[in-house]
């Protein structure tokens, strides 16, 4: 079902794919982006206390 | 002995090993909801008679408009319980769900305008709806501002819970101003009260796409709620001991 | 009663020893006017049409940019600590703080904003809503500001950030003032608008001196 017709949305292409579009990657950046700072949280904080562990 | 369980639960080091657990039944929940969306958005619904296929973004922005005014309702919410039952997990909430509703404000803001655009023949109309999803985005961006501004993390979250909780006046605005204006904008085509004026088959995918919509929310919420509480407590034995954890892994 | 009564008494005592304060707003007003004056051209007409609005924004915009009066001088002087150490309820001492603005800064603003709309000719049922709906609305731009002013007070930035904050909250009044007087340009009824300020009026009068007290609690601890 994914044809000429679907990408050209009735002559909407512009406004329906923009919009679609738009969405997704907003959507991606903001599932994406809070899931690596946690990561680099976690390991900063192993990375610190290891540190502090040494040094005692 | 329920209100001892919830202080349980509510705890920061609670809510971040309960929210890990429910991590991948979120995450599935938000993809299965959005490709059975997308698909019924995309494809099985059919194109409006008026409108043709251009009624199709009505699946991104009906969703985003709506999750910009209930994130709100969290953040107001979760703040008034930090600010008057000084629960540490509403602060946090609070704090994490303000940049997800201004993003979704801008988004209903965008895709409503490329809505517009073909329907009404500009970009841009000054109704009252459209307006009111303006001044909201510029609510979430004092928001935020204030809390940065503010150093001390516990003063800031109980000054944001005021800001959040004299915006909230502004909603109730937001939400009766399609009554009170003649407008370019639609009626409202949900409502829990009246017969939805939209056809099953439309209705259908735009139900779904909110509730992934939502899920989606939840589901980074709780990420960037522990992202926060990971920097407010990084001191603390519990946080180091699953720092160390997960470096291990 | 007695403290509210004293910190009323002291503020409008501050505010007529310093002159320039209160006419600084007045003339920032017609400076506004000026200035929409010279960008909407020299058609009277439609200039007739916008200066109404145009009164409007300019009555907002003056109290946006003096709302830091109403605590800045006594955050930056100790007094304001002194006021949450007294034992008188601070919303009552808030309130007489906001009401002190509002005497000061907006009452001569809504007199100057009249007499502008007169000589700028536009048509006395107009100047009488814009009249109305200044005398309804100036106290809800003062007493929402003023939770915005406790909110910010003494923060870097925080005239600019005041601004971000407050012009939100204030649009829903300027929204209903302005419809008002278009309405009455258009020889409508304005009684729907001038219900919704003064309900407005009435919601900020009795939440805005609370949440403000609450907002300089949680700032000054």
Redesign the interface.
């Given at each position: 079902?994914i044809n000429e017709q679907?990408f050209a949305?009735?002559?909407?292409a512009f406004?329906?794919w923009?919009?679609?579009g738009?969405?997704t990657v907003?959507?991606l950046l903001?599932?994406v982006l809070?899931?690596r700072?946690?990561?680099k949280?976690?390991?900063a904080?192993?990375e610190r206390?290891?540190e502090k562990a040494t040094i005692k | 002995m329920i209100l001892t369980r919830f202080h349980k639960y509510a705890s920061p080091k609670y809510f971040y090993s309960w929210s890990l657990k429910l991590r991948p039944w979120l995450a599935t929940a938000c993809v299965l909801l959005f490709v059975s969306g997308l698909v019924g958005a995309l494809f099985l619904a059919p194109a409006d008679y008026q409108q043709g296929e251009s009624f199709r973004i009505i699946y991104v922005h009906v969703p985003a408009a709506w999750m910009s005014l209930f994130i709100y309702m969290v953040m107001a919410a979760s703040g008034a319980l930090g600010l008057i039952w000084r629960i540490k997990l509403g602060d946090v909430m609070a704090r994490a769900s303000a940049p997800l509703g201004a993003w979704f404000t801008f988004l209903a803001l965008v895709t409503g305008s490329l809505w517009g655009k073909p329907m009404w023949g500009t970009y841009w109309v000054w109704d009252a709806r459209l307006t009111s999803e303006l001044i909201l985005l510029f609510l979430y961006l004092g928001y935020i501002a204030l809390q940065g501004a503010i150093e001390d993390r516990r003063i800031a979250a109980r000054t944001g819970a005021i800001l959040a909780l004299v915006g909230t006046v502004n909603i109730p605005i937001i939400h009766y101003s399609v009554e009170w204006w003649n407008t370019l904008h639609q009626g409202p085509t949900v409502s829990k009260l009246d017969v939805p004026s939209i056809d099953t088959t439309m209705l259908v995918p735009l139900l779904i796409m909110s509730l992934a919509y939502t899920c989606y929310f939840i589901t980074i919420l709780f990420t960037r709620a522990r992202c926060e509480i990971l920097e407010f407590e990084r001191n603390t034995s519990w946080v180091k001991e699953r720092a160390l954890q997960m470096e291990a892994v | 009663m007695n403290a509210a009564k004293a910190v009323l008494l002291r503020d409008l005592k501050r505010y007529l020893r310093r002159r320039q304060d209160l006419f600084q707003p007045l003339v920032f007003f017609v400076i506004v006017i000026t200035l929409l004056a010279l960008a909407v051209g020299p058609d009277a007409q439609i200039f007739a049409t916008v200066a109404p609005a145009g009164v409007w924004v300019a009555v907002l915009l003056a109290t946006t940019i003096n709302l830091d009066a109403m605590f800045l001088s006594d955050y930056q002087d100790g007094t304001l600590e002194q006021l949450l150490l007294s034992p008188a309820a601070l919303p009552g001492l808030v309130a007489a703080k906001i009401f002190a603005h509002w005497l000061a800064t907006a009452c001569p603003q809504i007199v100057i904003a009249t007499f502008v709309a007169t000589v700028l000719g536009i048509e006395s049922q107009v100047v009488a809503a814009l009249g109305a709906t200044l005398l309804l609305g100036s106290p809800i731009l003062s007493l929402v500001g003023a939770i915005a002013s406790a909110l910010t007070v003494g923060l870097r930035g925080g005239a600019m950030l005041q601004a971000l904050i407050i012009l939100p909250l204030y649009m829903p009044t300027l929204i209903f003032g302005s419809a008002a007087v278009h309405n009455a340009a258009l020889e409508l009824p304005i009684g729907a608008e001038l219900y919704f300020l003064a309900g407005l009026a009435v919601m900020s009068a009795s939440l805005a001196p609370v949440g403000a007290a609450a907002a300089l609690k949680i700032r000054l601890g």
């Open positions: 079902m679907f949305m009735g002559g909407y406004y329906v923009l919009s679609y738009l969405s907003i959507l903001n599932a809070p899931a700072k946690e990561r949280l976690l390991l904080i192993a206390s290891r | - | -």
